[in-house]
């Protein structure tokens, strides 16, 4: 019954049935899910917007990924599929984004659930401005090392890149005492790491007063709290 609903959302044909149960019963039986549950993953994904030779492609990751993160499948194809649709990532690639959350779960106080839901926040102002998704969830981990995590990690740094981008004029921000160039010549969003770095090195020496003051011309309230968290890492920890 399950797998009849996974056929039906996927849109896939008689012959996909047969690999996708195929699937289940060679992925499910070794793990701790049990078939019906591997199935209910499946689904998830079809839900997602994946066919059915993409959940085939991506049952092996999802299931890596929900006993890693002690996740249902459900809410760990719910994630996956999440990012990708935020970050135009395309469907054969869903090892590769299940590779980087576990990447920066296992190199950052946070896990893989709170970091699906600050992606909800931060991720499409992220890609939006072209940021990659190990971009993205660097900042986030950083955000997570200094106790913030969930929805108020993804606020603070859409808070940041918003308040970076309203304060852009000929591709840089104006901080007083130094600025930072945001865009390249070609008008595209350099990397935020790089960005990071150049603020770091622009406050470097300053005293606690001017490094506010420098900060606070450009990030308000909710993005100066995250910058700050941000700073305090550091653009090393972030690489």
């Known amino acids: 019954t399950q797998m009849s609903r996974v056929q039906a959302l996927s849109g896939g044909t008689a012959q996909d049935l047969e690999a996708l149960r195929g699937t289940v019963l060679e992925r499910g039986s070794p793990t701790q899910f049990s078939a019906t549950q591997a199935a209910e993953g499946m689904e998830a994904l079809a839900l997602g917007g994946l066919n059915a030779s993409q959940i085939v492609q991506a049952m092996p990751g999802l299931l890596g990924l929900a006993a890693a993160e002690q996740l249902s499948l459900g809410s760990a194809a719910g994630i996956t ?11 054969d690639q869903a090892g590769t984004v299940v590779d980087q959350l576990l990447s920066v779960s296992s190199n950052a106080a946070v896990g893989v659930d709170d970091i699906g839901k600050s992606l909800e926040y931060a991720g499409p102002a992220a890609a939006a401005l072209g940021m990659s998704l190990p971009e993205t969830t660097a900042a986030l981990g950083l955000m997570a090392n200094q106790g913030i995590k969930g929805s108020q990690a993804g606020t603070a740094l859409g808070a940041v890149l918003s308040d970076l981008t ?16 945001i865009y390249d010549a070609q008008g595209q969003m350099r990397p ?15 005293s606690d007063a ?8 450009v990030f308000q ?17 972030y690489d």
């Open 210 to 217: 001017q490094r506010n003051a420098a900060l606070s011309s």
């Open 81 to 91: 599929t999440a990012i990708m649709n935020t970050f135009g990532i395309s469907a």
């Open 221 to 237: 309230r909710q993005s100066l709290r995250g910058v700050n968290v941000l700073l305090a890492e550091g653009s090393g920890k």
């Open 166 to 181: 309203a304060n852009v004029q000929d591709g840089r921000v104006d901080f007083g005492a130094f600025a930072v160039d």
């Open 192 to 206: 935020f790491g790089d960005i990071l770095r150049d603020i770091e090195a622009g406050t470097n020496g300053m």
